[in-house]
């Protein structure tokens, strides 16, 4: 069998369409702060006044550092 041209049998859906700008631009929960801002997309989930300062920039909120 030839596996370049094999494909997959799965019963996934098909994809949407890919959101537009402003169904992506959402209030959501800081993950640091916890308080609303709105994202650009939906990757973005620490809002911009948390990104400045010296814990996000020192990476140590990528190590569970945070202080509680």
Known sequence: ????????????PPRSQPSTESDQHRRR????CQQRFVSR???ERI???CKTTD???S????????PK
């Open 41 to 43: 997309h939906q990757g």
């Open 55 to 57: 814990l996000w920039t």
């Open 47 to 49: 809002c911009p006044a």
């Open 29 to 32: 929960n800081c993950l640091m």
């Open 1 to 12: 069998m030839n596996l370049l041209n094999h494909k997959k049998n799965t019963s996934h």
């Open 59 to 66: 990476g140590a909120s990528e190590y569970g550092l945070m």
